[in-house]
């Protein structure tokens, strides 16, 4: 196929007095092309402008040069992006669009773009009339044109934001204005005025970053220097060529560059004008300046060996959809906890994107529990600082073994198997900052001295330290603090499990690489939200470590077959697939899984016939030996711990043993129990966790066993047991049990309710971030007090209720898992029995409560209005309104409960194969609300709006029930802030249950703008 020839123009700058000068260089450029197009066999020609076409934007200096440019456009393709100059600031007036372009992080809409750009217009106009390539995508700030099978061009208008008076560094570009690339052409271009060096500095790095993923050749404009013309790397991928102005008085070269691909290579030329004619000054080769060997950071070479080792993830984990992962695909930045806050309550997050910012001038360690990404996250810091410009080194501890031993010259040799033809001479003559990361620190040996003596070596050559060592390492007085090893120029940080807003991340991040998720964002959310709830519920209560390492063998299990390969349940399998990989990394073969799969389900049930957490070796011997004896078999103990303790099923502290995970543990005590039912002994242990469901480890071992069994004793115990909870208490129905609200409220005007529209992602962010704060303060508390048998001497009847709602959740939760389970294998009225009673025990809970509410409503009320005037010692003239307000409190209290009851069953029941179920057990037309509003609950945590008109319906059969109207009107606000949905489907659910609907981006312009009044 021919090759294109594409010209550059950049800053033209036409105006009155120099418009005759322009127009005749325009003449000639179009004369060169036609002799270059003589010489070269070339199949088009692409003329690309760079911006500043015009002096001040207007359209009396476009006019100027129309005629030439519309000659270019008639035998040329002409593709155009805008420079400061063509910015007409004459047409701002007032400070409307200074303060809507200095507010940071302001959504770029359509209203805000009319605004800060209104100065361009006859820049636009003038480009509609002279481009001559078809958009085939666009954004705001940014136009593709795709110009054949293997070439596409990208145009950014980084004007947008000029002012007359601009400065480096003070320019922004939304990424999401970008376009992403999502095609393998050979020639991806993009061009824009100003140079990225004119970004704001986190902007720019994240542009570059963004350029560089995406395109292979970057052209801008803008600099009116001697020798502007650059043409330069930062990746090895991506050509970066900053083009010399086409017309300014003030620089001696002036033209334009060419540059045309000939024999799998790019040849860039710079041509000057010499009065007459343009002369080909300077020409480069892509070859020339990207080494396919090799990648450059601030002068030197790294090797690939070393990028590559950086890059790549090291786990072995693969994605269905993607050939090879590495690092950028599925990274994300965990959560810290500086260890010197000395904070003795909750837990202070940080982002260890953070680290370099907030501890700038201090060495930092980084201490975390296994697979909780050190060695990751450290290689991920490292790829940071080289990207920034940064000269970094990455150490592991386990090569550098002894630290008497690791000298400057052994140093200086390690550091040569990064970068090439590296000296230290070499690198101490430049004043860049240098970093070196030190994986696994624990794992030199040395004493203190040593240990020192190579901090103090490193320091030599390195104006920063990071590294890493294992939970175990003592971080602090007695090992790294005060006159420890690691003394106080270090920072001590923690690595914290994923909370639930970075296990969204890493989620959203993995369902990214889908097609079908990259193509709607709407698909990402409903997946991302079904493979966050599976991760939850199979992480449970703490079950499994929330590390990076356990959820993306999850995902990576989710988006196989291997499910349908094992004899267990759905959740079951998760928990079965990671014991197979831990035993499997640990050397096991597969045909002796089944030994050691047996080996530790009985040994699951010698601890939990000890009732002890812990064994000693002794005790294990003997186990080991009744093992050999009923099995006859010749385990021998100690090989068989030690291979244990590698595949992290237990874990030894001074001669005792644990199990490591307590998955683990409850899988295999689950198992020995489903595998031995029919034995008296069990189905009395299994019959004394239903009767005792309210003590947590009761409660763990039988989430457990409905993963393995669905036999018709656990089943029927469990919702037999559910039954007598609440049993004297009907159903809530959320109708006639909640009218006594009506007659508390009829003199309360509720307020309007408001829905301001807004990034989805964002709210689930920031609602995760609410949870893990939430969580944060529930750890501190002791996790079994809730427990009965912590409560046995506080009988009462409040803690009896409280008892027995502890107890009704717990039901459903276990029942909710079984139907989740085995709604394919079980019959339809088992399975009716089980969903019903997933339902009606939290119902009889709401009504418990509503039944003490509406029996002594008025005392609660009095006690209410006591309380407000003690606290906030209200006038007597005030007693109105505090009758309003307390009111309103109690309304709200009811209002909230249901909702969250109503929630709790969704959660637990919530799978798009049990609705046809819940439809079928509820089948007749005299539904209760209760009952309409959990169906719609399950519909909705799907990210499924179902029909707009039975909600209407709905909601017009609930107004004259505030209770039950007001948790619709809660279910519809919380489904549209958390998942995607057409703006017309949001306008209209909101007008069919009166929510006031406000575009968040006109209400954001809105305050903005009422600033400048």
């Given at each position: 196929?021919?090759?294109?020839?594409?010209?550059?123009?950049?800053?033209?700058?036409?105006?009155?007095?120099?418009?005759?000068?322009?127009?005749?260089?325009?003449?000639?450029?179009?004369?060169?092309?036609?002799?270059?197009?003589?010489?070269?066999?070339?199949?088009?020609?692409?003329?690309?402008?760079?911006?500043?076409?015009?002096?001040?934007?207007?359209?009396?200096?476009?006019?100027?040069?129309?005629?030439?440019?519309?000659?270019?456009?008639?035998?040329?393709?002409?593709?155009?992006?805008?420079?400061?100059?063509?910015?007409?600031?004459?047409?701002?007036?007032?400070?409307?669009?200074?303060?809507?372009?200095?507010?940071?992080?302001?959504?770029?809409?359509?209203?805000?773009?009319?605004?800060?750009?209104?100065?361009?217009?006859?820049?636009?106009?003038?480009?509609?009339?002279?481009?001559?390539?078809?958009?085939?995508?666009?954004?705001?700030?940014?136009?593709?044109?795709?110009?054949?099978?293997?070439?596409?061009?990208?145009?950014?208008?980084?004007?947008?934001?000029?002012?007359?008076?601009?400065?480096?560094?003070?320019?922004?570009?939304?990424?999401?204005?970008?376009?992403?690339?999502?095609?393998?052409?050979?020639?991806?271009?993009?061009?824009?005025?100003?140079?990225?060096?004119?970004?704001?500095?986190?902007?720019?790095?994240?542009?570059?970053?963004?350029?560089?993923?995406?395109?292979?050749?970057?052209?801008?404009?803008?600099?009116?220097?001697?020798?502007?013309?650059?043409?330069?790397?930062?990746?090895?991928?991506?050509?970066?060529?900053?083009?010399?102005?086409?017309?300014?008085?003030?620089?001696?070269?002036?033209?334009?560059?060419?540059?045309?691909?000939?024999?799998?290579?790019?040849?860039?030329?710079?041509?000057?004008?010499?009065?007459?004619?343009?002369?080909?000054?300077?020409?480069?080769?892509?070859?020339?300046?990207?080494?396919?060997?090799?990648?450059?950071?601030?002068?030197?070479?790294?090797?690939?060996?070393?990028?590559?080792?950086?890059?790549?993830?090291?786990?072995?984990?693969?994605?269905?959809?993607?050939?090879?992962?590495?690092?950028?695909?599925?990274?994300?930045?965990?959560?810290?906890?500086?260890?010197?806050?000395?904070?003795?309550?909750?837990?202070?997050?940080?982002?260890?994107?953070?680290?370099?910012?907030?501890?700038?001038?201090?060495?930092?360690?980084?201490?975390?529990?296994?697979?909780?990404?050190?060695?990751?996250?450290?290689?991920?810091?490292?790829?940071?600082?080289?990207?920034?410009?940064?000269?970094?080194?990455?150490?592991?501890?386990?090569?550098?073994?002894?630290?008497?031993?690791?000298?400057?010259?052994?140093?200086?040799?390690?550091?040569?198997?990064?970068?090439?033809?590296?000296?230290?001479?070499?690198?101490?003559?430049?004043?860049?900052?240098?970093?070196?990361?030190?994986?696994?620190?624990?794992?030199?040996?040395?004493?203190?001295?040593?240990?020192?003596?190579?901090?103090?070596?490193?320091?030599?050559?390195?104006?920063?330290?990071?590294?890493?060592?294992?939970?175990?390492?003592?971080?602090?007085?007695?090992?790294?603090?005060?006159?420890?090893?690691?003394?106080?120029?270090?920072?001590?940080?923690?690595?914290?499990?994923?909370?639930?807003?970075?296990?969204?991340?890493?989620?959203?991040?993995?369902?990214?690489?889908?097609?079908?998720?990259?193509?709607?964002?709407?698909?990402?959310?409903?997946?991302?939200?079904?493979?966050?709830?599976?991760?939850?519920?199979?992480?449970?209560?703490?079950?499994?470590?929330?590390?990076?390492?356990?959820?993306?063998?999850?995902?990576?299990?989710?988006?196989?077959?291997?499910?349908?390969?094992?004899?267990?349940?759905?959740?079951?399998?998760?928990?079965?697939?990671?014991?197979?990989?831990?035993?499997?990394?640990?050397?096991?073969?597969?045909?002796?899984?089944?030994?050691?799969?047996?080996?530790?389900?009985?040994?699951?049930?010698?601890?939990?016939?000890?009732?002890?957490?812990e064994l000693s070796r002794d005790e294990l011997w003997n186990f080991n030996s009744k093992i050999n004896d009923e099995y006859t078999l010749k385990i021998d103990c100690d090989a068989r711990l030690t291979q244990l303790?590698?595949?992290?099923?237990?874990?030894?502290?001074?001669?005792?043993?644990?199990?490591?995970?307590?998955?683990?543990?409850?899988?295999?005590?689950?198992?020995?129990?489903?595998?031995?039912?029919?034995?008296?002994?069990?189905?009395?242990?299994?019959?004394?966790?239903?009767?005792?469901?309210?003590?947590?480890?009761?409660?763990?071992?039988?989430?457990?066993?409905?993963?393995?069994?669905?036999?018709?004793?656990?089943?029927?115990?469990?919702?037999?047991?559910?039954?007598?909870?609440?049993?004297?208490?009907?159903?809530?129905?959320?109708?006639?049990?909640?009218?006594?609200?009506?007659?508390?409220?009829?003199?309360?005007?509720?307020?309007?309710?408001?829905?301001?529209?807004?990034?989805?992602?964002?709210?689930?962010?920031?609602?995760?971030?609410?949870?893990?704060?939430?969580?944060?303060?529930?750890?501190?508390?002791?996790?079994?007090?809730?427990?009965?048998?912590?409560?046995?001497?506080?009988?009462?009847?409040?803690?009896?209720?409280?008892?027995?709602?502890?107890?009704?959740?717990?039901?459903?939760?276990?029942?909710?898992?079984?139907?989740?389970?085995?709604?394919?294998?079980?019959?339809?009225?088992?399975?009716?029995?089980?969903?019903?009673?997933?339902?009606?025990?939290?119902?009889?809970?709401?009504?418990?409560?509503?039944?003490?509410?509406r029996e002594d409503h008025e005392t609660l009320l009095d006690m209410l209005k006591k309380r407000i005037q003690e606290e906030f010692?209200?006038?007597?003239?005030?007693?109105?309104?505090?009758?309003?307000?307390?009111?309103?409190?109690?309304?709200?209290?009811?209002?909230?409960?249901?909702?969250?009851?109503?929630?709790?069953?969704?959660?637990?029941?919530?799978?798009?194969?049990?609705?046809?179920?819940?439809?079928?057990?509820?089948?007749?037309?005299?539904?209760?609300?209760?009952?309409?509003?959990?169906?719609?609950?399950?519909?909705?945590?799907?990210?499924?709006?179902?029909?707009?008109?039975?909600?209407?319906?709905?909601?017009?059969?609930?107004?004259?029930?505030?209770?039950?109207?007001?948790?619709?009107?809660?279910?519809?606000?919380?489904?549209?802030?958390?998942?995607?949905?057409?703006?017309?489907?949001?306008?209209?659910?909101?007008?069919?249950?009166?929510?006031?609907?406000?575009?968040?981006?006109?209400?954001?312009?809105?305050?903005?703008?009422?600033?400048?009044?």
């Amino acid at each position: 196929m021919d090759s294109e020839l594409f010209v550059v123009i950049s800053d033209i700058h036409a105006r009155e007095n120099n418009c005759e000068e322009v127009n005749n260089r325009l003449t000639e450029l179009k004369e060169w092309i036609k002799r270059k197009c003589i010489r070269g066999d070339y199949g088009s020609v692409v003329i690309l402008v760079a911006g500043d076409i015009a002096f001040s934007g207007s359209s009396e200096e476009y006019d100027l040069v129309f005629s030439s440019f519309k000659s270019l456009s008639e035998d040329f393709k002409i593709i155009l992006t805008p420079g400061n100059h063509d910015h007409d600031f004459s047409k701002y007036s007032g400070k409307a669009r200074e303060t809507l372009i200095s507010v940071k992080g302001i959504p770029l809409d359509e209203s805000v773009y009319q605004i800060v750009t209104a100065g361009q217009q006859d820049y636009f106009d003038f480009d509609s009339k002279i481009c001559n390539v078809e958009v085939s995508c666009s954004t705001l700030l940014s136009k593709e044109f795709t110009l054949s099978n293997n070439l596409s061009i990208q145009t950014i208008n980084t004007a947008w934001c000029s002012q007359i008076h601009e400065k480096g560094g003070e320019l922004t570009i939304p990424v999401e204005q970008l376009i992403e690339s999502t095609d393998e052409k050979d020639i991806k271009v993009v061009f824009f005025h100003h140079p990225l060096s004119w970004l704001e500095p986190n902007n720019h790095k994240e542009v570059r970053n963004f350029m560089n993923s995406n395109r292979n050749i970057i052209i801008s404009g803008h600099e009116h220097i001697e020798n502007s013309f650059k043409v330069e790397t930062d990746n090895n991928k991506t050509l970066i060529v900053e083009t010399c102005s086409f017309h300014d008085p003030n620089v001696g070269d002036n033209g334009f560059v060419s540059f045309s691909i000939e024999n799998e290579d790019i040849l860039i030329e710079k041509h000057v004008w010499d009065g007459e004619l343009f002369n080909c000054l300077e020409s480069k080769r892509r070859s020339d300046i990207i080494d396919s060997g090799s990648m450059y950071f601030n002068g030197f070479k790294v090797k690939d060996s070393y990028y590559e080792m950086l890059v790549d993830v090291g786990t072995g984990f693969s994605h269905p959809e993607k050939d090879e992962l590495n690092i950028n695909d599925i990274f994300i930045y965990q959560n810290v906890k500086n260890l010197d806050s000395h904070s003795a309550t909750t837990i202070k997050r940080e982002s260890s994107q953070d680290i370099f910012s907030k501890y700038p001038e201090s060495n930092i360690a980084l201490s975390g529990e296994e697979s909780t990404g050190k060695t990751t996250l450290l290689k991920k810091l490292c790829l940071d600082t080289l990207s920034d410009g940064k000269f970094s080194v990455f150490l592991d501890g386990s090569e550098v073994k002894r630290a008497d031993r690791f000298r400057d010259n052994k140093l200086e040799e390690y550091i040569g198997t990064q970068y090439e033809e590296f000296s230290f001479d070499k690198l101490l003559s430049t004043n860049q900052e240098r970093y070196v990361f030190i994986d696994n620190f624990n794992l030199i040996r040395g004493d203190e001295k040593s240990l020192l003596k190579l901090i103090s070596t490193l320091e030599k050559y390195f104006t920063k330290l990071i590294l890493t060592v294992s939970d175990s390492y003592t971080l602090n007085h007695d090992k790294i603090k005060g006159d420890g090893i690691l003394n106080d120029s270090f920072t001590k940080l923690e690595i914290l499990k994923l909370g639930h807003a970075s296990r969204w991340e890493l989620i959203s991040k993995w369902n990214n690489l889908k097609n079908e998720c990259r193509e709607s964002t709407q698909e990402l959310i409903v997946k991302t939200d079904h493979a966050n709830k599976e991760i939850s519920r199979v992480i449970g209560k703490n079950y499994i470590p929330s590390t990076p390492f356990f959820l993306l063998t999850m995902l990576q299990s989710m988006d196989t077959s291997i499910s349908a390969e094992l004899n267990t349940s759905s959740y079951g399998h998760y928990y079965h697939y990671l014991i197979t990989c831990s035993l499997g990394l640990a050397g096991v073969k597969k045909d002796k899984l089944d030994g050691i799969f047996t080996y530790i389900t009985e040994l699951s049930y010698f601890f939990y016939e000890s009732e002890d957490k812990e064994l000693s070796r002794d005790e294990l011997w003997n186990f080991n030996s009744k093992i050999n004896d009923e099995y006859t078999l010749k385990i021998d103990c100690d090989a068989r711990l030690t291979q244990l303790v590698s595949a992290k099923i237990i874990k030894e502290n001074n001669g005792y043993y644990s199990f490591r995970y307590p998955y683990v543990y409850y899988y295999f005590l689950s198992k020995y129990l489903s595998d031995n039912l029919s034995d008296d002994g069990v189905q009395n242990i299994v019959s004394n966790l239903i009767s005792g469901l309210d003590k947590r480890k009761n409660m763990n071992t039988l989430m457990f066993l409905t993963h393995h069994s669905k036999d018709n004793r656990i089943l029927d115990g469990i919702v037999g047991h559910s039954k007598t909870i609440l049993s004297d208490c009907n159903t809530s129905q959320l109708d006639e049990d909640v009218l006594f609200i009506n007659n508390i409220i009829d003199e309360l005007n509720l307020e309007e309710f408001v829905f301001v529209d807004g990034s989805v992602q964002e709210n689930r962010i920031n609602a995760a971030k609410e949870q893990e704060e939430y969580e944060d303060i529930q750890d501190d508390h002791d996790e079994d007090s809730y427990d009965s048998e912590n409560n046995e001497n506080t009988k009462s009847p409040l803690n009896d209720l409280l008892r027995d709602f502890n107890l009704a959740f717990k039901s459903v939760d276990l029942i909710g898992q079984l139907t989740r389970n085995y709604h394919e294998s079980l019959k339809t009225e088992p399975k009716i029995n089980l969903i019903t009673e997933a339902i009606e025990a939290p119902l009889r809970a709401l009504e418990a409560i509503l039944k003490i509410m509406r029996e002594d409503h008025e005392t609660l009320l009095d006690m209410l209005k006591k309380r407000i005037q003690e606290e906030f010692d209200v006038p007597e003239k005030s007693k109105g309104e505090i009758d309003l307000i307390a009111r309103q409190l109690v309304f709200n209290m009811v209002r909230v409960v249901s909702f969250a009851i109503i929630k709790k069953i969704s959660s637990a029941i919530g799978s798009r194969d049990l609705i046809p179920l819940i439809e079928k057990a509820y089948c007749n037309e005299n539904k209760s609300n209760a009952v309409r509003l959990v169906e719609l609950s399950v519909q909705l945590d799907l990210g499924n709006l179902g029909s707009i008109e039975k909600i209407k319906k709905m909601s017009k059969d609930f107004q004259v029930n505030s209770v039950s109207g007001n948790i619709l009107r809660d279910l519809i606000a919380e489904y549209l802030y958390m998942f995607e949905d057409s703006e017309r489907n949001r306008k209209a659910v909101c007008s069919a249950v009166q929510i006031n609907y406000i575009p968040m981006q006109s209400n954001q312009q809105k305050k903005l703008l009422s600033k400048t009044s």
